[in-house]
């Protein structure tokens, strides 16, 4: 279990983890969300004793980083696949990791196979993909058979076997009991493989709730398409019932405060046919729009 406590990091004037709290619970993918400079990368350095906190504390298991006696065996973690020196092969990379730790070398073939690098074991780092780096820093994660793993951005630079080879991933890990904290900037798949999410924002905790619960609290949560021969027709014998319609450049109406039910009932009445009605699912991107967007640091200009 990851357990942060009012942790924070100062850098001169600068806050970049103001106060933060939460708990990552064995047996879970919990996602870290946040706009670029929210402090996301600080808090996981921190979690690894690679940045001292100003203040407050974050423990794996009831003990700080540096206070593990096999770190590797403890915690593994994939900050940046680059951070390997481009004249060693994979196999060697990870051999003088195990070798750190007393790993066996069976359990970097382990990895090895575990990763699908078996073809490009035996070359160097150099040469490699950004998939094939990520694949390697992963393998590194997994060496020590940590009850604990970090990743950040896990599937960049993947092709699509390689992203859901991760997404089952990462829901094995947490199926076997271990810790998965994973931080990344891709909410499709966040929502497919998290089960709780730590949204943060200038440092501070926005969010800390399943995902059902963010998608719940989305905007399009409750949101009723439909598409018929009498849109206008419609939105009027909704509006007068009390449902807020927004009419669409498609011929859609979006509804709130109507079900399903109610809004094809309304459409029987006027005869019109439908041809489209679903209620619309909250989106986590939705629901994480909403929470951060006061807390964006760096926001792009509009066009010209």
């Not at 069976?106 to 070359?123: H, P, S």
């Not at 849109?231 to 450049?249: E, F, I, K, N, Y």
């Amino acid at each position: 279990m990851i357990a942060a406590e009012a942790l924070t990091k100062r850098y001169g004037t600068t806050t970049a983890v103001d106060g933060l709290s939460f708990t990552a619970q064995p047996g879970v993918v919990t996602g870290f969300l946040g706009p670029n400079g929210a402090g996301k990368s600080t808090t996981m350095r921190m979690v690894l004793g690679l940045e001292r906190p100003s203040a407050g504390t974050v423990t794996v298991d009831g003990h700080r980083y540096a206070d593990l006696p096999a770190p590797l065996r403890a915690v593994g973690a994939m900050l940046d696949a680059r951070s390997v020196h481009p004249g060693r092969t994979a196999s060697r990379h990870l051999l003088a990791l195990a070798r750190t730790h007393g790993i066996p070398r069976a359990r970097v073939e382990e990895v090895i196979g575990l990763t699908g690098l078996e073809a490009v074991a035996g070359k160097r780092v150099k040469g490699f993909s950004l998939g094939m780096g990520q694949r390697l820093g992963i393998a590194a994660a997994l060496l020590g058979d940590p009850a604990t793993v970090l990743f950040d951005e896990p599937v960049n630079g993947l092709d699509a076997d390689g992203v859901l080879w991760v997404r089952r991933l990462v829901r094995d890990l947490a199926a076997e009991g271990r810790t998965v904290f994973l931080s990344s900037h891709l909410m499709h798949e966040l929502a497919l493989c998290a089960d709780r999410v730590v949204v943060i924002g200038r440092g501070r905790l926005l969010a800390d709730a399943s995902v059902r619960e963010l998608l719940d609290r989305s905007r399009d949560a409750g949101l009723v398409r439909v598409r018929t021969t009498e849109p206008d027709v419609l939105a009027q014998a909704l509006t007068r019932s009390g449902a807020d319609v927004a009419p669409r450049p498609d011929g859609v109406l979006h509804v709130r405060g109507a079900s399903v039910e109610e809004v094809g009932a309304a459409a029987g009445r006027i005869g019109a046919t439908v041809l489209e009605l679903a209620a619309e699912a909250g989106s986590l991107e939705a629901a994480y729009l909403e929470l951060t967007s006061g807390s964006v640091q760096y926001r792009a200009g509009g066009s010209r």
